[in-house]
């Protein structure tokens, strides 16, 4: 089983950039297919992006691709999300979620453990 707990969050205007982090604590997150979703208010939780557990294969939701870029250092345990060029409609409380796999997931029914979600507020 593993913890995750997220960090990195914040209000920032539009236009910056800001890293979130995902930490994996109770077992290696190597182990792990992981992935970040955000929910905004009133909305369902989405997928944002995935990265199978060596970090070779990524993929993204069409409205953050060349914006975003998910990455993991499975020697920290540790799994990031940079996003570029921030948005309004990116605002959103952004969660992320492990499987054991070796494909990507993209649903969120397909994931077992989550974070608590932390909050990114993006102002015009």
């Known amino acids: 089983q593993v913890q995750l707990r997220e960090s990195g969050g914040g209000l920032v205007q539009a236009g910056v950039s800001l890293r979130l982090s995902c930490a994996a604590s109770?077992?290696?997150?190597?182990?792990?297919?992981m992935g970040w979703f955000r929910q905004a208010p009133g909305k369902e939780r989405e997928f944002v992006a995935a990265?199978?557990?060596?970090?070779?294969?990524?993929h993204y939701r069409d409205s953050v691709k060349g914006r975003f870029t998910i990455s993991r250092d499975n020697a920290k345990n540790t799994m990031y999300l940079q996003m570029n060029s921030l948005k309004p409609e990116d605002t959103a409380v952004y969660y992320c979620?492990?499987?054991?796999?070796?494909?990507?997931?993209?649903?969120?029914?397909?994931?077992?453990?989550w974070g608590q979600g932390t909050q990114v507020t993006v102002s015009s």
């Open positions: 990265i199978t557990r060596g970090g070779t294969i990524t």
């Open positions: 979620a492990a499987r054991e796999s070796i494909v990507i997931h993209t649903r969120i029914d397909e994931y077992d453990y």
């Open positions: 109770g077992r290696t997150a190597s182990s792990y297919v």
